[in-house]
């Protein structure tokens, strides 16, 4: 079973717009990770963010800001005032303690930015 | 100095051949992965590897055959290649289990099965 969830396949905006990406996770565990990465037209995976599940704070960085919310299994990620260069697959990810580095990934959400 | 580098980048090959994509890391880790990348995107691990240990094998062909000879290299053969073989293949690797850690991925290896 998918473990992690992007419901949002493809995301278009105009630039300068904000952008949410939603993430939904499962899992047992009462301690795991969860990541961000960012695969642009290039093709490499590059690493956004991490956050424990006993770290609730949300997390901000630049244009990026993300809203953990263990209520609902949601790790969601935002791009504010978004530019050309965020365009580019975005993954949410899930480590479990039990799982010795395994990356669950969701199925990636494409976002366009248009000038 | 790329961190984590595959080659090759670009693999063009006939089904029923064999092939092998190498992977090397100078980052001191001590745990090393293959993740597969399908033509939808989905990203699926592989295999790990912690300091030449295999740790995690999905469930894989047996036609996959990693091998790690020093805990900076992790190496993939594929035998007897198939049409469904064809994807891009990255690498990656992390300090420990990973667990709590990113991990740093290569820049991805595209095979193409003709």
């Known amino acids: 079973a998918q473990k992690v969830t992007q419901a949002q396949t493809e995301i278009s905006v105009v630039e300068k717009e904000d952008v949410t990406l939603d993430c939904v996770y499962e899992?047992?565990?009462?301690?795991?990770?969860l990541f961000w990465y960012k695969q642009p037209p290039s093709g490499e995976l590059v690493f956004l963010i991490r956050?424990?599940?006993?770290?609730?704070q949300n997390e901000i960085s630049g244009r990026y800001s993300w809203n953990f919310q263990k209520s609902t299994s949601s790790f969601n990620f935002t791009i504010t005032a978004s530019q050309v260069v965020d365009s580019a697959v975005y993954f949410c990810?899930?480590?479990?303690?039990?799982?010795?580095?395994?990356?669950?990934f969701g199925a990636g959400t494409q976002v366009v930015v248009t000038p | 100095d790329t961190a984590v580098s595959q080659t090759p980048k670009y693999l063009v090959t006939q089904m029923g051949n064999d092939k092998s994509i190498k992977c090397e890391q100078n980052?001191?880790?001590?745990?090393m992965y293959w993740y597969k990348q399908d033509s939808k995107k989905f990203l699926k691990i592989m295999f790990s590897?912690?300091?030449?240990?295999?740790?995690i094998n999905e469930t894989v062909p047996n036609r996959f055959s990693p091998k790690s000879p020093d805990k900076a290299h992790l190496n993939l053969h594929i035998n007897s290649l198939e049409l469904g073989d064809s994807a891009v293949y990255f690498c990656?690797?992390?300090?420990?289990?990973?667990?709590?850690?990113?991990?740093?991925f290569g820049e991805g290896s595209r095979l193409t099965v003709l």
């Open positions: 956050r424990n599940s006993f770290d609730e």
């Open positions: 980052l001191g880790h001590d745990t």
């Open positions: 590897y912690n300091n030449k240990e295999l740790i």
């Open positions: 990656a690797s992390s300090q420990g289990s990973g667990y709590t850690g990113e991990l740093f």
């Open positions: 990810a899930l480590s479990e303690e039990r799982s010795w580095g395994k990356l669950q």
């Open positions: 899992t047992r565990d009462t301690t795991y990770y």
